[in-house]
């Protein structure tokens, strides 16, 4: 895979030499990957750098000083920034763990980790990304809002969750599900995800 096709990796943790050592790790295993001490760094590359197309997905620590691994991901939901979030933590911590899933984080990984968890974790979330976006079933057939739900129902979220993390009702997520079933031709949720990934055409005729 060359540089211009690698998934970019956007890693955010405090600990330089646990910093170091993942880019290291991530680049072996073909990501490109920008590195970054703080989530205010982070968020000032993402304000001067254009989004290009390529799939990406952001690696945070949760516990960071002066601006959280939480408090980074909810600035970037303020923001409207939309890729796949993975924590990593030294700090076991249920709770936090529910609040960061249920605002949208695609994992989160302890401290140490087997390195093949997170590249297996990092592949997942930006191939379905990958996926879901060159779907033209997705981008012509679909609303905005139905391809945000569509892409947390992919991530296995559950309707409550879903709310939380579009600030909607759950009544309404139940209705964009609905419709965007309707749209893909899918009968249920499984369905929806393989029609979504690319690895089913899709049923009836309401994709016209």
Known sequence: MSDAQAAHVLLVDDNDEFRESTRWLLEDAGFVVSAFASGAALLEDLDRTPANGVPACIVSDVRMPRMS??????????????????????????????????NGAVNFIEKPFDPTMLVHALRTATDHAAAISANPLVTEKLTPRERQVLELVVAGKLNKTIADVLGISIKTVELHRSNLMQKLGARNVAEVIRIALGHEQPHGANIR
């Open 69 to 102: 691994g939480i408090e980074l991901q909810q600035e970037l939901k303020r923001r409207g920034v939309e890729l796949p979030l993975i924590f990593v933590t030294a700090h076991a911590d249920v709770p936090l763990a529910v609040e960061a899933m249920r």
